[in-house]
């Protein structure tokens, strides 16, 4: 196609997605052992640590009682729900800065035989950093930005959230952090609002499509006044952040990944629906997508509504091939138009 016109075009991509369905947690045959998935930690000194409990089936709807049971180190931790808080320890407080406590676990899963009730036990060990040392940023405790580089399409803002290392710790939330755009390269193209970095919408250009801007954060305690003696001190971090601009979709992919669904397989325990959230690879360029079933050697057990794709209940016993398929089709409108020039049109 050549000269003026005004034109839309819609990518399409297919995908078999499989759901395996699982004997209910009675019968460890069929699902996997039950387990603390819970990993090892580390924390800053003088921070308090809250990790989340978890286990290998917390999505199957089962309430899991966790109690500490033991650990060299137990006075140290205290228990609430799933929510275990290691208590602030400095990192001179012994040689060894590792702490221990035993964890168990027990899912809520009445059986119709006594003594086959599921438990698991679990030591966690959390390992306590000193802060502002020297040596590798990624482990000694100093503040750092932690936001990526990111990329946007082109004639697209795009808003960039900004985070420090420190965003997830309990100290964090009683701390003054302002993030300031100090130089760059491309510092005009950027605007901030709090941690809201926004990079203003620009055309794709072949040859210099990545945009510089260097951004300051400052942190420090309110709650124990401004002081250099306060601890921790204020602290300082810079960071060079990089945004790449991408080619809209309407070239033939060679800019951007090529339209899929990104959508997993999935399991599911028996006679329990199954809602599975459709997605592909550009959901966040802002077009809308359209799912549609197109078919698969199990298609009556689906039903869809817009991107969520719901397996009706079965159970176990329904056959001996315990998985099921269906075939899903995602279809891109963009409507984007052209004015000019020579395209390529993406089937």
Request: hydrophobic share 35%.
């Amino acid at each position: 196609m050549t000269g003026p016109s005004s034109v839309a075009y819609t990518q399409t991509t297919e995908k078999t997605i499989t759901v395996t369905v699982t004997k209910d947690p009675d019968n460890g045959e069929h699902v996997p052992t039950f387990h603390i998935t819970t990993v090892d930690v580390s924390t800053p000194e003088n921070t308090d640590k809250v990790i989340m409990l978890a286990t290998n089936i917390d999505d199957l709807k089962y309430k899991t009682t966790f109690t500490i049971t033991g650990g060299a180190d137990v006075k140290k931790f205290t228990l609430a729900g799933n929510k275990l808080t290691f208590k602030a320890t400095a990192f001179e407080a012994r040689k060894d800065a590792t702490y221990r406590v035993k964890i168990k676990a027990t899912p809520n899963i009445f059986l119709p035989l006594p003594g086959t009730g599921l438990e698991d036990e679990k030591t966690l060990t959390v390992t306590v950093t000193k802060a502002n040392t020297g040596g590798n940023p990624d482990d000694n405790g100093a503040l750092r930005i932690t936001t990526a580089d990111v990329s946007t399409p082109e004639n697209t803002d795009k808003v960039i959230t900004l985070i420090t290392n420190k965003s997830d710790t309990n100290v964090f939330k009683n701390m003054l952090t302002i993030f300031t755009i100090v130089d760059g390269a491309d510092a005009k193209r950027f605007t901030l609002a709090g941690n809201k970095l926004t990079f203003k919408a620009t055309a794709f250009k072949a040859q210099s499509n990545t945009y510089r801007v260097k951004i300051k954060v400052f942190q420090e305690r309110f709650d124990r006044g401004f002081s250099p003696w306060a601890f921790p001190p204020s602290e300082t971090a810079y960071k060079t952040l990089t945004v790449t601009v991408t080619k809209n979709p309407d070239d033939n992919g060679k800019y951007v990944p090529t339209f899929r669904i990104t959508t997993d397989n999935v399991s599911t325990p028996e006679n329990t629906d199954k809602v599975i959230m459709l997605a592909t690879n550009i959901d966040d360029l802002k077009y809308k997508t359209t799912f549609t079933i197109t078919g698969g050697a199990d298609v009556k057990k689906f039903t869809l509504a817009g991107n969520k794709l719901t397996f009706k209940a079965t159970a176990f016993e329904a056959r001996k091939d315990a998985t099921y398929r269906v075939k899903i089709k995602a279809a891109l409108g963009t409507g984007i138009s052209f004015s000019t020039g020579s395209h390529y049109f993406p089937r």
